[in-house]
């Protein structure tokens, strides 16, 4: 391991966080550090020296980028999967774990005029006691806009596609526009007036979809803690559910354009057409967006991040997980490094935890 992965000894280092490594010449600067940089055993880190980054991103720059480690970067080069960042201890490893790390794409609907398909009372996915706060079964969305208005710049729900855990097709409809469409936006949906003749009005696609997401769980139990709704996975989902004109818990939402470790360095989010390259290897969206090829990416990019192993540093602390604000400044002030590391909570909910039993667990 890495010499900065280890613990401070001289005084020059006593300071040093042991999340990210950065060093201070005062304590208490230590202490403002941790409290705004919300490091945890979540958080993305380079599985080379262990230190702690904001984003996958500032990780691949520590690993590849100019001004990255060189340790680091001999190491992950040899050794390193470029997908998913992993380090294993041979080439033969490596590639045996790139067979299936690397992902074909997914085949495309097209753009074919076909009816409405339903098919959801055979999700598959994961199955657990959703109520006791073990893992709830997930689906993707993806909706494809067409334009309205007098420059045809209004997104209109034009086609809508739902897949389970196992990429199956649960539903897919074309929805009837809600205004006249001024701009069917043919060179990216490859939809035509054809396509939206004999489309389902939206009011039943929103019942339809309803029925799959709430899984005859009531809405208020789903607004206080999930019950048996699913979890709804989606790039940039506020924006497809507005579309819809729907509204969906947001403690059930899983948005891969909204998660911190899959978003840029400053907080900016990334394409999807980026994230299914760059995590997935491979290219969609090269032509016509295609729903299903959308949902697939999406639930593939969320299986990866809920799949995540992330383990806590072995350090005993009575106020591990309790966050800063509940500890004073002398406490805080006697606490080593490895203790302060102990205390700090995420700023955000790993998706690992959506299989963790226990819902209390400490982030």
């Known amino acids: 391991m890495d010499k900065e992965a280890g613990p401070s000894t001289t005084r020059t280092q006593r300071h040093k966080c042991s999340g990210c490594y950065k060093q201070f010449k005062r304590k208490e600067h230590l202490i403002e550090h941790m409290k705004i940089s919300y490091h945890s055993f979540h958080q993305p880190r380079c599985l080379v020296c262990q230190k702690h980054c904001q984003s996958f991103e500032s990780v691949r720059e520590h690993l590849r980028g100019l001004f990255g480690k060189s340790s680091c970067s001999e190491i992950f080069s040899d050794r390193g999967c470029n997908l998913c960042l992993k380090v294993f201890d041979s080439a033969n490893a490596l590639n045996e774990h790139q067979e299936m790390c690397l992902r074909s794409a997914p085949v495309p609907l097209g753009a074919k005029i076909m009816p409405s398909i339903e098919s959801h009372p055979n999700i598959s996915g994961v199955i657990g006691e959703t109520s006791n706060g073990k893992g709830q079964r997930a689906v993707a969305m993806d909706c494809e806009m067409v334009g309205g208005g007098l420059d045809g710049s209004l997104d209109i729900c034009a086609r809508v596609c739902l897949v389970d855990e196992d990429e199956n097709l649960i539903f897919h409809a074309y929805v009837k526009p809600q205004m006249p469409v001024t701009n069917y936006r043919y060179e990216v949906t490859g939809l035509t007036e054809d396509h939206l003749t004999d489309a389902m009005p939206l009011d039943e696609v929103k019942n339809k979809i309803s029925e799959v997401l709430y899984n005859g769980e009531s809405i208020g139990r789903a607004r206080l803690d999930g019950g048996d709704a699913r979890l709804l996975v989606g790039h940039s989902l506020l924006h497809d559910l507005e579309c819809l004109r729907m ?49 697939v990416s999406v639930m593939r990019l969320y299986k990866r991040m809920r799949a995540q192993d992330h383990q806590m540093k072995g350090v005993v602390s009575v106020y591990a997980g309790c966050g800063f604000d509940s500890i004073k400044s002398k406490e805080l002030e006697k606490m080593t490094p490895d203790e302060l590391y102990a205390v700090s909570m995420s700023n955000y909910q790993c998706w690992c935890l959506d299989l963790i039993k226990e819902s209390s667990i400490c982030i």
């Open 247 to 295: 509204s969906y818990p947001g403690h059930l939402l899983r948005d891969t354009a909204k998660y911190r470790p899959l978003m840029k360095t400053n907080l900016v989010s990334h394409s999807l057409k980026y994230l299914t390259k760059t995590y997935l290897g491979y290219v969609i969206q090269s032509g016509v967006h295609d729903p299903y090829e959308d949902c």
